[in-house]
């Protein structure tokens, strides 16, 4: 296998990897709370939805689920709204299986209301998805940007010379004579003669 050849697939490998990685990333889910047990309830809470990649919608999913803690006949549900305008809601009773909400929403601040009592545990949890917003860019920056080092890489190898290996000069070694052992018993020793 030629040198070209590996390195085609050391990119190939590269390209899936980056790819595959940022496939990933861009699937992870925010986790944010609006009402959960052992927290504070409250009735109204502001969330803030900010966006990765301009005015980019961004993928929201919405769980929730009531609970009572003695026997109760109640009205349950949430609404989510926007400049006082209703974007997503659910209303039932207590017992009823709480519908959540899956959407997109654009950047802006909104507000999510939890309709309960003081005798029911109310969870509502927003999940964002942010960078599912931009997964496409990404992969798509994430390969130009991979072929434009590759392409750099080439051209450099290409183009700049490799640095030449200076030749070892054989006319100049230096030449080390072997020197006698010390002996211990001897003060003097006899003078170095040269050969």
Same mark, same amino acid.
């Given at each position: 296998?030629?040198?070209?050849?590996?390195?085609?697939?050391?990119?190939?490998?590269?390209?899936?990897?980056?790819?595959?990685?940022?496939?990933?990333?861009?699937?992870?889910?925010?986790?944010?709370?609006?009402?959960?047990?052992?927290?504070?309830?409250?009735?109204?809470?502001? /969330?803030?939805?900010?966006?990765?990649?301009?005015?980019?919608?961004?993928?929201?999913?919405?769980?929730?689920?009531?609970?009572?803690?003695?026997? /109760?006949?109640?009205?349950?549900?949430?609404?989510?709204?926007?400049?006082?305008?209703?974007?997503?809601?659910?209303?039932?009773?207590?017992?009823?299986?709480?519908?959540?909400?899956?959407?997109?929403?654009?950047?802006?601040?909104?507000?999510?209301?939890?309709?309960?009592?003081?005798?029911?545990?109310?969870?509502?949890?927003?999940?964002?998805?942010?960078?599912?917003?931009?997964?496409?860019?990404?992969?798509?920056?994430?390969?130009?940007?991979?072929?434009?080092?590759?392409?750099?890489?080439?051209?450099?190898?290409?183009?700049?010379?490799?640095?030449?290996?200076?030749?070892?000069?054989?006319?100049?070694?230096?030449?080390?004579?072997?020197?006698?052992?010390?002996?211990?018993?001897?003060?003097?020793?006899?003078?170095?003669?040269?050969?």
């Amino acid at each position: 296998m030629s040198k070209l050849d590996k390195n085609k697939i050391i990119w190939l490998v590269a390209i899936v990897f980056i790819n595959g990685l940022w496939a990933i990333i861009s699937d992870n889910e925010v986790p944010q709370s609006i009402n959960r047990p052992g927290a504070d309830f409250s009735e109204q809470r502001d /969330v803030v939805i900010e966006g990765i990649l301009g005015d980019s919608s961004i993928p929201v999913r919405l769980e929730c689920d009531f609970i009572p803690m003695e026997e /109760v006949i109640s009205e349950i549900g949430w609404e989510l709204s926007k400049d006082g305008v209703i974007v997503a809601s659910w209303r039932g009773n207590i017992g009823e299986s709480c519908a959540g909400w899956q959407g997109e929403l654009s950047p802006g601040n909104y507000v999510v209301n939890t309709i309960s009592n003081s005798s029911i545990e109310a969870t509502i949890i927003l999940y964002l998805a942010p960078f599912k917003a931009i997964q496409f860019t990404g992969h798509l920056l994430f390969t130009i940007t991979f072929f434009s080092i590759v392409g750099i890489e080439i051209i450099g190898k290409k183009y700049w010379p490799e640095k030449k290996k200076p030749k070892p000069d054989v006319d100049n070694k230096l030449m080390f004579e072997q020197v006698p052992e010390f002996d211990e018993e001897r003060i003097w020793q006899d003078p170095i003669k040269p050969t």
